[in-house]
């Protein structure tokens, strides 16, 4: 690849990880609650970009081509785990309603234990895996950047630039939402997060799974 070509994929790049979307959602229910927990669940993220990329540069974009039912596969199956989070999203924001009590205050550099930050990182990780847009971006857009010359140290290189541009975003709006000024709104404002993103969520997946079943 050029230069130019690198900044091009750069550009793409940072307008996909930027725009509003279940990673972004998943990142502000769990930072708003806990810095150190935002920022497992940051590294879970692009844990599953990385594996988004590694499967590109294998032939994500040929296999798509030739298997068209695998994408309405990981549709619907995305779609279902994006419904569970959904519904798990509202009833905490109801059950937290109900009880007259705001989020817990943001814990800015406190320690999570080992489990709660286990338990962060995988639903960042299972969130952008069972992203469907994921697999339409990786195997339609990216993957026209992989040219079939391409080494395996022009590969690794991408592989590590892209991931580093994806952790420096995440993982920053996971650092910015602990920042004590916003410490006051996000304890008034958690239930509603929980609500909003839940119901976010519920749509996405209707529309995920409709998108898929019609595909069959």
């Given amino acids: 690849m ?13 307008a996909a990880i930027c725009s509003p979307g279940p990673d972004l959602l998943c990142l502000v229910r769990i930072a708003t609650r806990s810095r150190a927990r935002g920022l497992a669940a940051a590294a879970g993220i692009v844990a ?3 594996v988004w990329l590694v499967l590109t540069l294998a032939g994500l974009g040929a296999l798509l081509a030739a298997a068209p039912w695998l994408l309405s596969a990981l549709r ?16 905490a924001g109801a ?36 992203n469907p847009k994921a697999v339409i971006f990786f195997g339609a857009v990216f993957s026209r950047f992989v040219t079939p010359g391409m080494g395996l140290a ?3 290189f991408m592989v590590v630039v892209l991931a580093a541009v994806s952790l420096a975003w995440f993982g920053g709006v996971a650092w910015g939402l602990g920042l004590p000024r916003f410490a006051d709104t996000l304890h008034r404002a958690g239930p509603w997060i929980d609500v909003v993103s839940g119901a976010v969520f519920l749509v996405l997946a209707t529309v995920i799974i409709a998108e898929g079943v019609a595909s069959l």
Avoid: E, H, K
Wanted: glycine share 14%.
């Fill in 76 to 91: 619907i199956a995305g779609g279902a785990y994006l419904i569970w989070m959904g519904v798990s999203a509202v009833r």
């Fill in 154 to 156: 022009d590969q690794i």
């Fill in 48 to 50: 599953g970009i990385v």
């Fill in 2 to 14: 050029t230069f130019a070509s690198y900044l091009v994929l750069l550009g793409v790049w940072l």
């Fill in 95 to 130: 059950r937290q309603l109900r009880s007259g009590g705001g989020s817990p205050l943001p814990l800015d550099d406190a320690p999570a234990p080992p489990s709660a930050t286990r338990g962060a990182f995988l639903q960042g990780l299972f969130t952008n895996l069972s």
